[in-house]
């Protein structure tokens, strides 16, 4: 009986490496996050905090009234993309001294080509779930 135990463990082994158990092929996704201002230009500069490529969140500020950035994300890496906008009263440039609750960030995000999620407010945030069937909106 101890003689049939190892072959039947290699061919076991066999068959689990070559039928693929390790989960579902990735799925790449081409996403992009735009932020922009609506109504009065009261802010100089927008703040974004986004997921990149690698699933980590980062920031960044542009001192202009939109921003754009694209990336390539893969699934199952990376399985929320999420976009969080904000913007800064700049008291150093004349003629932005308005009220600043006449200004709102448009927050997006665009999977391959398509808008799945918009909010717009003070600080809108943006969350779309990958799966390998397909992105879905949600809050993440």
Same mark, same amino acid.
């Given at each position: 009986?101890?003689?049939?135990?190892?072959?039947?463990?290699?061919?076991?082994?066999?068959?689990?490496?070559?039928?693929?158990?390790?989960?579902?092929?990735?799925?790449?996704?081409?996403?992009?996050?735009?932020?922009?201002?609506?109504?009065?230009?009261?802010?100089?500069?927008?703040?974004?905090?986004? #997921?990149?490529?690698?699933?980590?969140?980062?920031?960044?500020?542009?001192?202009?009234?939109?921003?754009?950035?694209?990336?390539?994300?893969?699934?199952?890496?990376?399985?929320?993309?999420?976009?969080?906008?904000?913007?800064?009263?700049? #008291?150093?440039?004349?003629?932005?001294?308005?009220?600043?609750?006449?200004?709102?960030?448009?927050?997006?995000?665009?999977?391959?080509?398509?808008?799945?999620?918009?909010?717009?407010?003070?600080?809108?945030?943006?969350?779309?779930?990958?799966?390998?069937?397909?992105?879905?909106?949600?809050?993440?």
């Amino acid at each position: 009986m101890r003689c049939l135990a190892f072959p039947a463990a290699v061919v076991t082994a066999f068959v689990l490496a070559v039928s693929g158990c390790g989960g579902p092929d990735p799925v790449s996704y081409q996403v992009r996050y735009d932020l922009n201002m609506v109504g009065d230009r009261a802010f100089a500069d927008i703040s974004a905090y986004y #997921t990149q490529d690698t699933g980590f969140e980062t920031g960044v500020t542009e001192f202009a009234a939109s921003w754009t950035h694209e990336v390539t994300v893969r699934h199952p890496d990376v399985e929320w993309v999420r976009l969080i906008g904000s913007f800064r009263f700049d #008291t150093d440039v004349p003629g932005t001294h308005t009220n600043p609750l006449l200004s709102k960030i448009r927050c997006q995000i665009h999977i391959d080509g398509k808008l799945l999620v918009e909010r717009t407010g003070q600080n809108p945030s943006c969350a779309v779930r990958l799966t390998e069937t397909g992105p879905t909106p949600g809050v993440g």
